[in-house]
């Protein structure tokens, strides 16, 4: 399998060593099943009743816990945890004071579930604090929380336990005659400032947009003040502060240190989608910080992605107890095949599947049963999977077993990602680098790749490397490229007032911003600098090409534009409306273009895959106009401006359905299967291909006379992600893994008659993302729907409703996403 063709990418490699201006180099792994935790007793404190917590972690149970991840605790000589900070089972952050005299909570809206990255979290306090709001902050990646479900100040001068003489403090549990509350966290970075309430900004900084950590080395730590660097696994609870206020650990061993921190995050083994059968989800159990799988009969599940590009290895390792299906699929639930490696206690084989686990319809590779090495509980399975030219192999204690190279009808060319499954009982133990100790149950050898990242037991294939975010290749869009993210793609909102409105939140002048008033039902307004400022076409609409009848509609400029008010298009600045902006850029007023039979006007940015195309049509059959993006478009959008021969559909060209299919951005129809809008064609790297028919409405991209415009779209990898997957109708919804934090999601039933909806990451800024917009109806926005939540997280997004519009089962959906940030460099949200 070669690189997609119409995927923009980087090479792979290592890259980004030099973005963090301070590297965290160790963590610590606590588990609940080991009941992990550190504990110390606190001395006299500069001043009890203001102190600053702060610590890096990384969510290895983000559902399902039934009790709170509980990071920061002390109590009372009774055994009562009167102070905890903590993550709730659901992912709120959690501050809670609790006695018969006094009672403080504050419990978060935002929900923090992302396992696949780290979060920065500071609880900073003040109860002399004049302000009562201002006497508890919770920051998270260094942005303050203030949206809560339970909101109780302390009172003023309130003192708590956390920093009091004498009190038993904790990390990793809930001291308490109740619930312990152990943690199922990956901590880095864990500090105590005493005697001051700190911004976030002492611990860490913003570069490029992202937040990244800070040597605390300058900081004043105050009496009870300490630093967990977590350098020495003989020792957790070093402090490296200077005060020496060390803690004593219990329940964690050297095989808890990991390398895996907020400046080099490592894959791991978490399963974001369990599989279903009979309506029933059997999903493996995790544990062991997301490195051991196990669970009862006919458990699977689909975890996390690979990048798109490059070579990697990493080592499973088998403990018995049942059949174990470890592997690889792609293209998730939408009943193609995955492919893994099944471990039975005799042999280690490779299968494809309808089903992805091979449970009752099972195929094998290539027809027949491939090859095959007795083994034991014990043995360790090496996976060297090469992207770039489509191969696995597999090593059984170091020794090559199977080597295959995959086709396209064994994997699509993206989306290839892991997958789980065994029988009751079985249990796997997985290593992506981390650590080659295999949750202890083996003597790390201390093998690492080429580039020295790693902890492998054997040394990975030359060429290969570690599953972690400082061997993923440097993009070419990212906080550590040229060009950023917000320099291509970005959303604004503002709020109308009936006269001139100035929106200069933007990175880059805009060549295409589409503008929807999110408060009253209106008309989408989409301009761009081939048509000019005062010509809108409406998404939700068939009609015709619009000018303002007054005033200059958008003014673009270096920083957003300028909107003023016009009678007949009140969605773009309508006083007191609420509205969102979203803003792609091309690159300027556009360029002649003969790669197609017809010449078009082109604003093409290569760099970023955006084009803004427009032509005249001709009549002629067969035509063709370029585009100039160098590579094939995915996704290809056009309309006719003006209403000759007639009123027509936006039409949708989206690779995943082909050249056979078309989607209307203004219905909410299903895919259509005809031929005739795309002459049965896909774009190629220089022309879209337009339809041919002249004897009926196919004729509306190139009918004779009339002026049309196009919105050509390529993947850059780490920026743009337009791909498919199928629904499952849970609230345990379908993963998408785009390898990019999305900024913006567009979602489309191909098989169901579902309105398409737009969701973004400024009008639904924490998780779960509740509003959404839709692009065929003039409908205000919905600001909360349930059945359309979405958790957006640091590599794609996860459905956590099941509404027809993008989680129907069986139902299969196209997207469309542009990255907040590539998962390079995300932090988790």
């Known amino acids: 399998?070669?690189?997609?063709?119409?995927?923009?990418?980087?090479?792979?490699?290592?890259?980004?060593?030099?973005?963090?201006?301070?590297?965290?180099?160790?963590?610590?792994?606590?588990?609940?099943?080991?009941?992990?935790?550190?504990?110390?007793?606190?001395?006299?404190?500069?001043?009890?009743?203001?102190?600053?917590?702060?610590?890096?972690?990384?969510?290895?149970?983000?559902?399902?816990?039934?009790?709170?991840?509980?990071?920061?605790?002390?109590?009372?000589?009774?055994?009562?945890?009167?102070?905890?900070?903590?993550?709730?089972?659901?992912?709120?952050?959690?501050?809670?004071?609790?006695?018969?005299?006094?009672?403080?909570?504050?419990?978060?809206?935002?929900?923090?579930?992302?396992?696949?990255?780290?979060?920065?979290?500071?609880?900073?306090?003040?109860?002399?604090?004049?302000?009562?709001?201002?006497?508890?902050?919770?920051?998270?990646?260094?942005?303050?929380?203030?949206?809560?479900?339970?909101?109780?100040?302390?009172?003023?001068?309130?003192?708590?336990?956390?920093?009091?003489?004498?009190?038993?403090?904790?990390?990793?549990?809930?001291?308490?005659?109740?619930?312990?509350?152990?943690?199922?966290?990956?901590?880095?970075?864990?500090?105590?400032?005493?005697?001051?309430?700190?911004?976030?900004?002492?611990?860490?900084?913003?570069?490029?947009?992202?937040?990244?950590?800070?040597?605390?080395?300058?900081?004043?730590?105050?009496?009870?003040?300490?630093?967990?660097?977590?350098?020495?696994?003989?020792?957790?609870?070093?402090?490296?502060?200077?005060?020496?206020?060390?803690?004593?650990?219990?329940?964690?061993?050297?095989?808890?240190?990991?390398?895996?921190?907020?400046?080099?995050?490592?894959?791991?083994?978490?399963?974001?989608?369990?599989?279903?059968?009979?309506?029933?989800?059997?999903?493996?159990?995790?544990?062991?910080?997301?490195?051991?799988?196990?669970?009862?009969?006919?458990?699977?599940?689909?975890?996390?992605?690979?990048?798109?590009?490059?070579?990697?290895?990493?080592?499973?390792?088998?403990?018995?107890?049942?059949?174990?299906?470890?592997?690889?699929?792609?293209?998730?639930?939408?009943?193609?095949?995955?492919?893994?490696?099944?471990?039975?206690?005799?042999?280690?084989?490779?299968?494809?599947?309808?089903?992805?686990?091979?449970?009752?319809?099972?195929?094998?590779?290539?027809?027949?049963?491939?090859?095959?090495?007795?083994?034991?509980?014990?043995?360790?399975?090496?996976?060297?999977?090469?992207?770039?030219?489509?191969?696995?192999?597999?090593?059984?204690?170091?020794?090559?077993?199977?080597?295959?190279?995959?086709?396209?009808?064994?994997?699509?060319?993206?989306?290839?990602?892991?997958?789980?499954?065994?029988?009751?009982?079985?249990?796997?133990?997985?290593?992506?680098?981390?650590?080659?100790?295999?949750?202890?149950?083996?003597?790390?050898?201390?093998?690492?790749?080429?580039?020295?990242?790693?902890?492998?037991?054997?040394t990975p294939p030359s060429g290969y490397l570690a599953c972690c975010s400082q061997n993923m290749p440097e993009l070419t869009i990212g906080p550590n490229s040229a060009t950023t993210s917000d320099e291509n793609f970005d959303t604004a909102l503002y709020t109308g007032n009936g006269g001139t409105t100035t929106v200069s939140s933007l990175n880059f002048q805009p060549d295409l911003t589409w503008i929807k008033s999110r408060t009253y039902a209106r008309y989408h307004a989409l301009a761009d600098v081939l048509r000019g400022s005062t010509k809108f076409l409406s998404s939700n609409s068939t009609s015709a090409e619009d000018t303002v009848d007054s005033g200059n509609g958008v003014v673009w400029n270096s920083t957003g534009f300028e909107v003023d008010a016009s009678s007949d298009w009140n969605s773009l600045n309508e006083s007191g409306a609420n509205i969102v902006a979203w803003n792609w850029k091309g690159n300027g007023s556009g360029v002649s273009n003969t790669d197609g039979t017809i010449t078009s006007t082109v604003s093409a940015n290569q760099n970023a895959g955006i084009s803004i195309v427009g032509w005249a049509g001709t009549g002629a059959g067969s035509a063709t106009v370029g585009h100039g993006l160098g590579v094939e478009p995915s996704v290809v959008i056009t309309k006719q401006r003006g209403s000759s021969p007639a009123l027509y559909n936006w039409l949708v060209y989206h690779k995943s359905l082909g050249a056979s299919y078309y989607l209307s951005l203004n219905t909410n129809s299903a895919s259509v299967n005809d031929t005739g809008p795309w002459s049965n064609t896909a774009p190629s790297s220089t022309v879209i291909t337009l339809g041919t028919t002249t004897s009926n409405w196919y004729y509306v991209n190139n009918y004779s006379g009339t002026d049309y415009i196009a919105y050509a779209f390529a993947e850059v990898e780490g920026f743009s992600s337009f791909g498919k997957y199928t629904g499952n109708g849970s609230s345990d919804g379908s993963f998408i893994y785009t390898g990019f934090r999305p900024a913006f999601i567009y979602i489309k039933s191909s098989s169901l008659a579902q309105s398409g909806i737009i969701k973004d990451t400024e009008v639904s800024p924490y998780n779960v993302s509740t509003a959404y917009n839709q692009p065929d109806s003039s409908a205000a926005e919905v600001a909360n729907h349930t059945a359309t939540y979405t958790d957006i997280l640091s590599n794609g997004f996860k459905l956590r409703g099941s509404a027809n519009a993008t989680n129907a089962s069986g139902a299969t959906y196209i997207y469309m996403a542009f990255a907040e940030n590539p998962f390079k460099y995300s932090n988790a949200r």
């Open 1 to 458: 399998m070669s690189a997609s063709k119409n995927l923009i990418q980087a090479a792979a490699g290592v890259g980004g060593g030099d973005f963090y201006p301070h590297t965290v180099d160790n963590s610590a792994r606590f588990n609940e099943s080991d009941s992990a935790y550190l504990y110390r007793t606190a001395g006299t404190p500069t001043d009890q009743n203001r102190f600053t917590c702060s610590t890096w972690f990384k969510n290895s149970k983000p559902t399902g816990k039934s009790t709170n991840h509980c990071i920061f605790s002390a109590g009372n000589s009774y055994g009562y945890a009167k102070v905890n900070m903590s993550v709730t089972g659901a992912g709120s952050i959690r501050w809670n004071y609790d006695s018969t005299s006094m009672n403080a909570v504050k419990i978060t809206n935002a929900l923090h579930r992302d396992s696949s990255a780290w979060y920065h979290l500071v609880f900073a306090v003040d109860t002399d604090n004049a302000t009562a709001n201002d006497r508890v902050k919770i920051y998270v990646n260094g942005v303050r929380l203030t949206s809560f479900s339970s909101d109780t100040n302390p009172g003023s001068g309130d003192y708590y336990e956390w920093n009091q003489s004498g009190q038993v403090q904790n990390i990793g549990r809930r001291l308490s005659t109740g619930p312990t509350s152990y943690i199922d966290l990956y901590l880095a970075q864990t500090a105590m400032v005493d005697g001051q309430q700190l911004d976030p900004t002492s611990f860490g900084e913003f570069k490029n947009g992202i937040w990244v950590p800070k040597d605390l080395s300058g900081l004043t730590f105050g009496n009870n003040g300490f630093w967990l660097d977590f350098a020495d696994s003989s020792n957790f609870g070093n402090d490296v502060s200077g005060n020496n206020n060390d803690w004593t650990s219990s329940g964690l061993t050297s095989s808890d240190q990991m390398i895996d921190t907020p400046t080099n995050n490592f894959l791991t083994a978490v399963s974001l989608v369990p599989r279903t059968a009979g309506g029933t989800a059997y999903a493996p159990t995790p544990s062991d910080g997301n490195l051991r799988q196990s669970g009862p009969n006919s458990s699977g599940g689909l975890g996390v992605g690979f990048p798109q590009s490059g070579k990697w290895y990493y080592e499973t390792r088998y403990n018995g107890g049942g059949d174990a299906y470890p592997g690889l699929t792609c293209n998730p639930g939408s009943s193609t095949d995955a492919q893994g490696a099944g471990i039975t206690g005799s042999y280690i084989y490779y299968f494809l599947s309808t089903t992805v686990y091979g449970s009752g319809n099972e195929y094998r590779l290539n027809g027949t049963w491939s090859g095959g090495s007795n083994h034991t509980t014990g043995d360790i399975i090496g996976w060297a999977v090469d992207m770039d030219n489509g191969t696995f192999t597999t090593y059984v204690n170091g020794t090559q077993n199977v080597n295959h190279t995959w086709s396209s009808t064994d994997f699509d060319t993206k989306d290839v990602r892991l997958a789980f499954g065994g029988g009751n009982g079985h249990q796997l133990d997985y290593n992506f680098g981390q650590n080659g100790t295999f949750n202890g149950t083996a003597t790390a050898q201390g093998n690492a790749d080429e580039n020295g990242i790693g902890d492998f037991y054997y």
